[in-house]
């Protein structure tokens, strides 16, 4: 008697081709600290999907590593996005003027742009995630991060993710005199026309602030005399134009 065995092929599942974010954690984790650090103008939604598309499980090993090498320029344009760097065409704008600046002054930018704490600390968070992933998923925590951003953006945040120093009471005033009003509020120091610097760092509280400085700026008017009396003493007038602080308004 013969014997027939059929044997039913089981469909793959795609559940084994989840290989996690491997290398890219450590590149979130960054994010994430420079976030909390106040250092980032981060968008969360952005990066959900980006890390979306590192996840997203593809069963042949080659495509998987070609997803990667794409993923490279993606998640540097992802990070420039979310640092608060000036555009590549505002660079591409001011770039005769770039290359203007000496050697020697570019040199001394580098050196004072590059933060060596900041360094030591990323290169201790790149010793701990290259320890700690051999017993642990960290694709887990970061993915559970990135989820829980986006839910304080959608619900809004009921704290502050950098730290902040003790809260301060300032004093707005528009106009009159800035001695009375002082005196009103029990010695809060007052910042003229300027609002206060409460709200969060994003690209919009920044541009609206920078506004009301150019409108508060506007109203100063210095009124000089027609004539000077006979025993005025001459006085010179220093103008100083620091350019680091001038960039901040172009």
């Known amino acids: 008697m013969t014997q027939f065995t059929q044997n039913t092929a089981m469909p793959s599942s795609l559940w084994q081709y989840w290989r996690g974010l491997s290398g890219w954690n450590f590149y979130f984790l960054v994010k994430f600290g420079l976030l909390w650090a ?30 990667h090498w794409i993923a490279l320029p993606i998640g540097f344009a992802l990070f420039w996005h979310d640092t608060w760097l000036p555009g590549p065409e505002s660079i591409m704008s001011q770039g005769s003027q770039v290359a203007g600046f000496s050697t020697d002054y570019l040199i001394d ?8 704490q900041m360094i030591g600390a990323i290169f201790v968070l790149l010793v701990a995630w290259l320890f700690l992933s051999q017993w642990i998923r960290i694709t887990v925590f970061v993915v559970a991060i990135l989820l829980w951003l986006n839910v304080l953006t959608l619900a809004g945040p009921s704290f502050s993710l950098w730290p902040a120093g003790q809260p301060t009471t300032t004093v707005t005033t528009t106009g009159g005199n800035a001695a009375a009003t002082v005196a009103a509020t029990g010695g809060a120091p007052v910042v003229g026309d300027m609002p206060a610097q409460t709200a969060p760092p994003t690209t919009a509280n920044l541009n609206a602030w920078l506004n009301n400085f150019y ?32 960039l901040v308004g172009y």
């Open 38 to 67: 106040g250092y980032l103008n981060f968008h969360p939604l952005l990066n959900l999907v980006f890390a979306a598309f590192l996840l997203m499980p593809i069963p042949r090993y080659s495509l998987h590593r070609l997803r």
């Open 215 to 246: 409108n508060a700026e506007a109203k100063r008017k210095s009124t000089f005399p027609s004539s000077l009396p006979a025993d005025a003493q001459p006085f010179e007038l220093l103008v100083i134009n620091i350019c680091s602080l001038s």
């Open 109 to 116: 930018l580098v050196t004072r742009f590059i933060n060596w």
